[in-house]
């Protein structure tokens, strides 16, 4: 929140002031019926121009091309960008694991990770765990334990519970939990989460 | 630890869906013209909007629009006098810190959170008061009845008995947090045609509160809201964010949606509102209960009144001939307050069955003996009998389980090295309800079975109920049925609440699929065929692709007659920390006596859910706020503290499961409500007997412990 005693000028921006200067530029140059669209193109051109950075990486083995503004999250990106919704925003502060992707194999809060901090990285979200029809095993084995009710956080949840594996923190159920603390699931599935990380461990397929 | 007491072992019907990702929340629906809105919020607690300066954000990148109060499209309801006092952008009043005053739209999340930043707010500040605890105490600040007085018998009887007991209960606000973000998709189209993607426990209920606001058909309202990411009870309303996003997108002609911030999770969408509860408690020498008395302030906004059922258990749970209860509510500069999980009944199960407890203690009782030599026959509030309860069971499943012969009476008994360890016992109950829902059945020639009601699921498992009920009558397979829920089209049910859904849309759906039977029995007759022959031979033979039905179900007069209630039991062994006071809850075991279990998966999961809930309040949760500012100062995951994978121990769930006979024709009552209720006390008097410390103000932090 900004001090309300400010001055109203006070809070144009360079880009403020682009965009006025654009404005006029387009009233210049256009027929007034134009004058709006020249408007609306005028931000997306400027912030083209000066403001987007472009990003290459790879989602679920697809290659993407972008040009994004330096302040959007990876979260955000995968979300409103790719439509890749299964990865979950909760807090957007890190604190609760709901976005937990995959990046170079390691698992990453995506809404601590601006997109373009991710050039040339391959992320995996949960819409990349399974094969084809084939659910992953930690998938399968959340089905079969019950390892959530509403379903919002089990996509981090999967995703953490995978790399938990891979990383060998799951020498005891103590210590899965452990290595779990960082996923926040609201209804409480946290038994039956540890039991499905349990039971795939047990059942020693490669994740 | 037992896991499989029941033996079907039925998946979630939408487990794919969850697993993989591809379950749709309200905001992630792609409507074409999509924007963002952002709110702006007030920065004070109390007083008046004198100037909006929203030229900046007007006029910063992507912007479309900045609605207020200044340029607010029409919203009928709120230009008539009276009606609810938090008219959001038709009043220039600011009750509460973090109040939304104005709605940025942009075309991308990022531009309208920037530009909402640009907003510039001046106010005209008023003196304001958000401590519950000060207002309790100020003689000159208002206290509403919340609900009648009780009486049954001598008032205050406890005062007089021979032995008695008198304390005070404190709970602090707790906030519902659940994973999904509230907010909404609004899209309001030419002619008055609304379509929202909310985030809601009813799609119903939504319509409703949209037409009225607007004063526009309930046909014209479109709500879908198929997949809710958790509730706990803050999505049991159509809150002013909602509102002001419908207005956004009447007042630009595009699709908005708005995500709020976990931030915003504290003061936009309710809480658990703060209580100090006074229990006096009566009994003779012998250990029966002899006075009860049960006084409750609650907190509540000043801008709307909020009730709950506080002191409802006190008058029914326990033999008792003399019992009165009071409850007050006491308006803060705080926004309003809603039912979370267990509602008002958690709150008060907290105080009473700590006295219950700490009575027992008095009388140097077991007090799981106490509670049974007090354990009524028939329900003496009402005057009416039990439909059913089987609690004494329940006690002697839950006792042998924890190993409750293994506590001593005397707290502090069991040490070792600097670990105490204690075991206690609460009960929990809620009122078994059951309402009126609409479900239509659509049996197919193709061997499957279609049914939908405009009934929710915010995480119970309401598809999966609804699908094993209609399994069992139909003989249909599990994946041969689809149950659709979560949009206004639907036949109605009403919202997902007071632990009533399966007993009420499941009725439904029991009616229904009687209803397709007969029908298909008729044509069979008809037809010449076996009364036995089988749905889809009797439909090919008819040349019939399906047939419907549309039922609409509630109780008959047997409710009239019995005393209807779910009831749990929790049993929890803590282990304390002589040096750091860290207090570690060891072991579960809960027992559910709430009717036939119709799906033992997903109801095990919910009992699970309760006692996780139950142990963050217990424990760890308290909305905290500075009352010089009027504001949250542990508003996110960081400080606000649920439990973790780390916090919980091996849970071990049990139910009675024996069919209630005369609340539906599943012999099934509610169980999300009784999963949490009660289980807090099950820690505080568990913390009593390892330590001989007790605890009446939640939660119970390692600060109290030691002090």
């Known amino acids: 929140m900004k001090p309300s005693d400010q001055k109203p000028n006070q809070g144009d921006s360079r880009r403020d002031f682009l965009k006025k200067s654009s404005v006029i530029t387009a009233i210049a140059l256009t027929p007034g019926i134009a004058v709006k669209a020249a408007e609306n193109n005028a931000d997306e051109r400027f912030a083209e121009l000066f403001e987007k950075i472009p990003l290459n990486l790879t989602v679920n083995n697809k290659a993407y091309k972008a040009l994004v503004e330096p302040r959007v999250t990876l979260l955000d990106y995968l979300r409103e960008e790719l439509h890749l919704t299964g990865t979950k925003k909760g807090c957007d502060h890190g604190q609760c694991g709901a976005c937990t992707v995959h990046v170079d194999g390691q698992r990453v809060n995506s809404c ?45 949840q999967i995703m953490s519970a995978v790399a938990c594996i891979r990383e060998g923190h799951t020498s005891s159920r103590a210590e899965i939990s452990e290595y779990m603390s960082g996923n926040i699931c609201r209804c409480g599935a946290y038994p039956n989460i540890v039991d499905a990380i349990v039971d795939v461990k047990e059942g020693g397929a490669t994740v | 630890m037992e896991k499989k007491i029941l033996k079907d072992d039925t998946d979630r019907v939408d487990g794919i869906l969850k ?48 609605v207020s109060h200044l340029n607010k499209p029409s919203a009928a309801a709120y230009e008539q006098e009276g009606g609810p006092q938090m008219k959001i952008f038709y009043t220039d009043k600011i009750f509460y810190n973090g109040q939304p005053i104005a709605i940025v739209v942009a075309n991308t999340f990022e531009r309208a959170t920037y530009a909402a930043s640009l907003v510039k707010a001046t106010y005209a500040k008023e003196e ?59 899209d309001w189209r030419p002619n008055n045609q609304v379509t929202v993607y909310a985030k809601t426990q009813g799609v119903k209920a939504t319509q409703g509160t949209i037409a009225n ?111 009165n209860t009071s409850y007050a509510i006491v308006p803060v500069d705080l926004g309003v307050p809603i039912w979370m999980r267990g509602p008002g009944e958690a709150t008060g199960a907290f105080a009473l069955e700590s006295a219950i407890d700490e009575m027992a203690h008095a009388l140097d009782m077991d007090p799981l003996d106490f509670r049974i030599k007090n354990d009524p026959e028939t329900d003496q509030q009402k005057n009416k009998p039990f439909s059913s309860k089987n609690i004494k069971e329940a006690y002697k499943i839950g006792a042998e389980k924890i190993g409750w012969s293994n506590r001593k009476n005397k707290p502090g008994s069991l040490v070792e090295g600097p670990w105490q360890t204690g075991y206690g016992v609460s009960v929990g109950v809620f009122n078994a309800n059951r309402g009126k829902a609409s479900v239509k059945g659509v049996l197919k020639a193709d061997g499957s079975l279609l049914l939908q009601s405009a009934t929710s699921d915010i995480g119970p498992g309401t598809g999966t109920g609804m699908t094993l009920i209609a399994n069992k009558l139909m003989k249909i397979p599990v994946n041969k049925i689809t149950f659709e829920l979560g949009d206004s089209s639907l036949p109605p049910a009403p919202s997902q609440g007071g632990s009533a859904t399966l007993s009420t849309v ?31 031979e009797v439909l090919k ?74 142990i963050g309040m217990a424990l760890t949760e308290e909305s905290i706020i500075d ?81």
């Open chain 1, 112 to 156: 601590l990770s601006l997109a373009v901090m991710n050039e040339g990285k391959k992320i995996t979200t949960i819409e990349g765990l399974a094969d084809g029809d084939t659910l992953h095993p930690m998938q399968a084995a959340f089905i079969k334990h019950d390892g959530f009710q509403c379903g919002y956080c089990t996509s981090g």
């Open chain 2, 19 to 66: 697993v993989t990702g591809q379950a749709k929340y309200f905001a992630e629906y792609e409507l074409p013209g999509l924007t963002y809105g952002v709110l702006v919020t007030s920065t004070i607690t109390k007083g008046k909007i004198t100037g909006l300066d929203t030229r900046a954000a007007e006029n910063a990148p992507g912007v479309i629009a900045v």
């Open chain 2, 128 to 186: 304001f008061n958000t401590d519950f605890a000060k207002a309790l105490k100020d003689p000159k600040a208002k206290k509403l009845q919340g609900q009648a007085d009780y009486k049954r018998g001598i008032e205050n009887a406890y005062k007089t008995a021979e032995v008695k007991l008198e304390e005070r209960y404190f709970l602090p606000i707790e906030t519902h947090n659940p994973m999904e973000l509230h907010g909404i998709i609004a």
């Open chain 2, 213 to 323: 606001v607007f004063k526009i058909p309930m046909e014209n309202i479109q709500v879908n809201s198929e997949f809710v990411g958790g509730g706990f009870g803050m999505a049991l309303r159509t809150w002013p964010l909602e509102i002001a996003t419908v207005m956004a997108s009447k007042h630009i002609g595009k699709p908005v949606k708005v995500v709020i911030t976990r931030m915003q999770m504290f003061t936009m969408v309710g809480n658990r509102p703060a209580a100090i509860q006074t229990i006096g408690l009566g009994a003779d020498k012998d250990g029966k209960l002899t006075g009860i008395t049960h006084r409750a302030y609650g907190e509540t906004s000043t801008y709307e009144n909020f009730t709950e059922g506080v002191v409802n258990m006190a008058k029914f749970m326990y033999q008792c001939d003399n019992v």
């Open chain 2, 506 to 536: 499941g009725s439904a759906v029991n009616d229904v699929c009687v209803a397709l039977k007969s029908a298909i029995a008729e044509l069979a007759a008809n037809s010449n065929m076996d009364a036995t022959a089988n749905f889809v």
């Open chain 2, 541 to 614: 033979k008819n040349n019939l692709p399906a047939i419907e039905v549309t039922k609409e179900s509630q109780s008959g007069k047997e409710k009239d007659n019995y005393s209807m209630y779910s009831f749990s039991i929790h049993f929890v062994q803590v282990k304390v920390h002589a040096l750091t006071g860290v207090v570690k809850v060891s072991k579960i075991v809960s027992v559910g006596d709430s009717g036939t279990i119709v799906s033992p998966k997903t109801a095990r999961s919910q009992m699970l859910g309760g006692a996780v809930g139950g």
């Open chain 2, 627 to 707: 009352h010089r500012y009027g504001r949250y100062i542990n508003n996110n995951f960081a400080d606000y503290h649920v439990p973790v994978s780390a916090d919980v121990p091996e849970i071990d769930v049990n139910f009675i499961n024996k069919p209630d006979p005369y609340i539906n024709p599943m012999g099934a009552k509610g169980m999300g409500e009784i999963a949490l209720i009660g289980f807090s006390a099950a820690v505080a008097n568990a913390v009593f007997n390892a330590t001989g410390k007790r605890i009446r103000t939640l939660p119970i932090t390692p600060d109290k412990v030691l002090a």
